[in-house]
């Protein structure tokens, strides 16, 4: 991994695409500091426009990131144009920020990646930055004589556990993918190696307890092992699902807070949105924020515990259809044809199976968290959608 990304660096380097060089440092500063990230990530976006403005860079490096970001300004300019019918240019200006700006990422990330083999180095420095994190977590607990929980994580790098864990899912996802496919052609040393990740990775997300990160893990090890599946290797899996048995039926003894009493509160939230996104089908509503347009909807259910609660609706897929109705839902569905259309009889086995990874823990988890709101979120996926875009189109050629 080190010899590759110091020759990508060099032809980075050659190339002169600095902006790509600041991207790889904000995914590397993502799972360490929202600020850091923030500010790397707007600087990247600025050095490229000055790259393909001064000295006449390509906006895009692929087809594919291209017509994903038509497809993301598409989107963006049909929810300013609701906002400013619905709620009139004041108050969209006065929303922009905390509603609306995040989502500008949909078209301006494609910009910045280049292609399969160049954007390993992001992949590998946003790996490095987790290890990282983990790492820093640990030992300041350590030092402090506290407790390495969930509680350490959000106050030592103000991260939320379930945004971690899918970032170690990412590297679960990634690292097992290579054992599966790749294992006659790892060394002992590497197979170790990638068997530690994997445990480690595990470990931490036993240890903050994300719920919805144990059950998408046995997914991951279903979907990625049951095509492996022989009588010769029958035996090895067997004990390996044991395992993952053993450790889930241990994780929900640990955990405070049961699946069910987890889903209660979203089930009250989820009824509210659905209230509202049935009063506005087409095009949703954009009079309010999404929490003062839920909070209305409990006031007036006479749920008045949750007023002060602050609490968005944690589910993606319900959130836009709250906010953007059936025709925001279906142009951000055209994200997933455009992933698709570019699959192919000669796409990578490998790659296609390392993206149904990722796409499965998207998938799942924009059922329960409302990621696209918060910049942990929407950058991951932002970025390793196009990632996986661009890997497949370049596999396929």
């Excluded at 660096?9 to 929202?34: A, G, H, N």
């Excluded at 022989?230 to 048995?245: E, H, R, T």
């Excluded at 049961?258 to 209660?264: M, N, Q, T, V």
Aim: proline share 1%; glycine share 2%.
């Amino acid at each position: 991994m080190l010899k590759k990304c110091i020759s990508i660096l060099k032809e980075v380097k050659t190339k002169k695409d600095i902006s790509f060089l600041v991207l790889s440092l904000s995914m590397f500063f993502l799972p360490l500091s929202i600020n850091l990230s923030t500010f790397t990530l707007v600087l990247a976006l600025s050095l490229k426009i000055i790259q393909v403005l001064l000295k006449r860079q390509k906006l895009f490096a692929t087809r594919a990131l291209k017509h994903s970001a038509i497809i993301g300004i598409v989107f963006f300019v049909y929810i300013i144009i609701n906002s400013l019918i619905q709620a009139g240019t004041k108050n969209t200006l006065l929303f922009f920020d905390s509603e609306y700006s995040k989502l500008a990422l949909l078209f301006l990330v494609p910009i910045l990646l280049r292609t399969k083999n160049d954007n390993q180095l992001v992949l590998f420095l946003f790996f490095t930055g987790i290890v990282t994190s983990v790492l820093y977590v640990f030992l300041t607990a350590l030092i402090h004589q506290e407790i390495f929980d969930r509680i350490a994580f959000a106050k030592t790098i103000d991260i939320h556990h379930t945004y971690l864990s899918i970032f170690l899912l990412l590297m679960i996802n990634y690292f097992l993918i290579n054992l599966i496919v790749k294992s006659k052609q790892l060394s002992k040393a590497k197979t170790v190696l990638f068997c530690l990740i994997i445990s480690i990775s595990f470990a931490t997300i036993y240890i903050v307890g994300s719920k919805v990160a144990m059950l998408i893990l046995i997914m991951l090890f279903v979907v990625h092992l049951f095509p492996e599946f022989s009588k010769k290797k029958a035996p090895k899996y067997l004990a390996i699902f044991l395992a993952i048995f053993i450790a889930f039926s241990l994780f929900n003894k640990k955990i405070n807070v049961s699946y069910e009493k987890a889903l209660g509160f979203r089930l009250q939230i989820w009824e509210a949105s659905l209230n509202i996104f049935e009063d506005h089908t087409l095009f949703g509503n954009l009079r309010l924020p999404e929490k003062d347009l839920l909070n209305y909807n409990h006031y007036l259910n006479g749920k008045y515990y949750f007023l002060d609660s602050d609490l968005n609706c944690h589910n993606q897929y319900l959130s836009i259809l709250m906010k953007f109705g059936i025709v925001g839902f279906l142009i951000f569905s055209v994200l997933a044809l455009n992933m698709f259309k570019k699959t192919n009889k000669k796409t990578s086995k490998y790659i296609f199976r390392e993206f149904l990874g990722f796409a499965i823990i998207i998938l799942t988890v924009f059922y329960i968290e409302d990621i696209l709101s918060r910049h942990h979120g929407i950058v991951f996926f932002t970025f390793f959608y196009n990632y996986y875009l661009v890997a497949i189109e370049n596999a396929a050629q």
